[in-house]
């Protein structure tokens, strides 16, 4: 069977995308140079059914890009709960809060601009569900920031920890991104205060779980 089969066998047959998500995503790919950068239909539902299940109060999301992940992090939390979402590149600060504007859902979303090695050590907060999707190359320094920050039982989620395939081939000395991802994948997999397991969807999410 065709993966492209397989996969649209899947899309059809698990909850139906939101009306403002596919609008928010033809609007990335219609305005936006890497719209393949949205974490899309399914991973968009898995992250809301993995809010339905631990029910965080407390999110930190690394990386809002078009904030299609936020949103479906917001769907499947709790009414009272709070999400802190980082973005890089203040060139998207209006396509988010346009999409953001559209719905109940922004009430939750705390946006913040700029560089997250800068602004995670000033959130006070211990959360419940950390959401990694940002610059590769530093994945790492990610996870040590907010290791301290999220509490026992809590997960850490990490994107695009497959790369493309890209984790099984010797990297070039200037490809910093896949670099980035193989020292992460080898960094969890060695850190004994957690469980992880690497799910290979879409471009592979790492869970963690801190013990």
């Known amino acids: 069977m065709d993966n492209n089969d397989l996969e ?25 140079l890497r719209p393949r950068m949205i974490s899309g239909h399914l991973q968009g539902r898995i992250l809301k059914m993995f809010c339905r299940m631990i029910r965080p109060k ?10 299609y992940a936020t949103l479906c992090l917001a769907e499947g939390a709790d009414e009272d709960a709070v999400i802190h979402t980082i973005e890089v590149n203040d060139e998207l600060e209006d396509f988010i809060m346009r999409h953001l504007h559209e719905t109940k859902l922004k009430e939750k979303i705390h946006l913040h601009i700029g560089d997250a090695t800068q602004i995670i050590p000033n959130l006070n907060c211990t959360f419940d569900l950390v959401f990694i999707d940002a610059d590769k190359r530093d994945y790492i320094e990610y996870y040590n920031l907010v290791f301290d920050k999220i509490r026992p039982g809590g997960l850490i989620i990490a994107d695009n920890t497959l790369w493309s395939g890209k984790v099984l081939e010797e990297a070039h000395h200037t490809d910093k991104q896949t670099i980035g991802i193989q020292e992460f994948n080898e960094y969890v997999a060695k850190d004994t205060r957690v469980e992880k397991v690497i799910v290979p969807i879409r471009d592979g999410l790492t869970l963690i779980w801190k013990k």
């Open 58 to 67: 407390h999110i930190l999301e690394i990386g809002t890009y078009t904030a």
């Open 8 to 32: 649209q066998y899947i899309l059809n047959h698990i909850d139906e995308e939101p009306t403002l998500l596919k609008s928010l995503c033809r609007d990335a790919h219609v305005n936006l």
